[in-house]
Structure formats: C-alpha cells, structure tokens
C-alpha cells in the first residue's frame, strides 16, 4: 500500500520569505501523480500543484513549485514571496497510475507571520 | 460553475441515530468522491462514483455506511447507527476525468456523534 509521510507537523515564515515543506512517499509503482493541496481555514481544499511522475520536469505554479526527486521518492513544495494567504494545512497526495483515490499525508500547518 | 456544495455544514447527532449527508457537485462533472477528516489527519478515501454507478469502496466503509449517487447527480451518504467513532469531516469531492485530474472539494460536513 501506498503511504505518505509529511515529517512537519507546523512550520511558520515571515511574510515575504521563502518556505519548504517536505513529503515522502513510498511506491512500488512507476506511474503516478502526486499533489499539493491548501486547506485554509474555511476548510475547502484547494488543488495548489500537481506534479506527473513521468515528467522530469518539476512543476510550477506562479509563486509555488515543487522538487521532485523520484529515485528518493520525494516531492517537498516551495512558496515564494509567501503571503498572509498562505496560512492554512497543507496536504501531499499520492495516486496510483488508473486508481482513483488519493492517499494523503498527515499534513503540515503552515502559518505566514505579518 | 458554483462549486460542490455539501450540507449541512455541521450535524450532531446522538450514539445509535442515523444520519444522512448530501452532496451536489459540479454540474459536468462525471466523478464523485467522499473522503473522511479526523483530526490532525489527511483526509481517506471512502468510496466514489463514476456517473451512478459506484466503482470502488474503502474498507473503512463498514456495512453501517451507504453512499448513493441516483442518476449520476448529487450523492447522499447515510450513516446508520451512528458510533462516537464516526465523528469527523465527511468530505466530497467531484472533477470531470480521471488519470491525475483536479478534485473539487467542498467545505465538509462535520459530523460530531455525542
């Protein structure tokens, strides 16, 4: 089975700065898709980033990009510029290649200080 | 386009009560997910449906879980006999295509059982 691990529980920056979240996962399959998503507040997650293993190239997204580092089987997040609006739980997902769930990591809070 | 709405937004019930939540999705959108939040968890997959028909179930969902999507519109999902371990965020979820597509999600409906 399929797990993700997100090893920060909390992490805080100042607005403006850089930050990184990390995730880990653990696959025995080749084919997959991995995802970062924002649940603010108001609990409605938000698809931030996604990411096709087969793609070596690592995806970007305005201020939010990924390290997709396959042979270690990790895929951390960075937020640039980062703003207020940044604050919420962030979640690393994983789905199999023609499944259709999403596994999901425990999640890391992040809080953007003025 | 005005999103996946679930309601209600919170529901508290007692130990042994039944219960029932809805969720529309997005009109166009053939795929329908329900996920459960506990706290400080990632969200976990519970079952979803392609059209009307439903394609696979989690083994977290016991025979005390139903979920139903009649003419591949809204979907509900019943809770029968209702345990304080039933507790949690029942999310939903809708995106037009498989294969690594954005989900929607909507805000949740928790659920607290007393």
């Known amino acids: 089975a399929q797990t993700v691990t997100q090893s920060q529980p909390e992490m805080s920056v100042q607005e403006a700065e850089t930050v990184t979240l990390s995730c880990t996962y653990d696959t025995s399959e080749s084919n997959y898709y991995l995802f970062w998503y924002k649940q603010p507040p108001s609990r409605q997650m938000i698809l931030v980033i996604r990411q096709e293993a087969y793609k070596q190239q690592n995806a970007t997204e305005n201020r939010f990009s990924v390290n997709f580092q396959k042979a270690a089987k990790s895929f951390s997040l960075k937020i640039s510029d980062s703003q207020l609006g940044d604050t919420a739980m962030y979640f690393c997902a994983f789905e199999d290649f023609g499944n259709e769930k999403l596994t999901f990591g425990t999640g890391t809070r992040l809080t953007i200080i003025p | 386009d005005t999103g996946v709405s679930q309601n209600p937004r919170h529901k508290i019930t007692k130990r042994g009560q039944n219960v029932t939540f809805r969720c529309d999705p997005i009109s166009e959108h053939n795929r329908l997910y329900w996920y459960r939040q506990t706290l400080g968890q990632g969200p976990e997959f519970l079952t979803y449906?392609?059209?009307?028909?439903?394609?696979?179930k989690s083994r977290l969902l016991s025979d005390r879980f139903s979920a139903e999507r009649p003419k591949g519109s809204f979907s509900t999902l019943e809770i029968q006999r209702t345990e304080q371990g039933d507790s949690a965020m029942y999310l939903c979820?809708?995106?037009?295509?498989?294969?690594?597509?954005?989900?929607?999600f909507g805000s949740g409906t928790q659920l607290s059982v007393l």
């Open positions: 449906f392609q059209n009307e028909a439903q394609l696979e």
């Open positions: 979820a809708s995106s037009l295509r498989s294969g690594g597509e954005k989900l929607f």
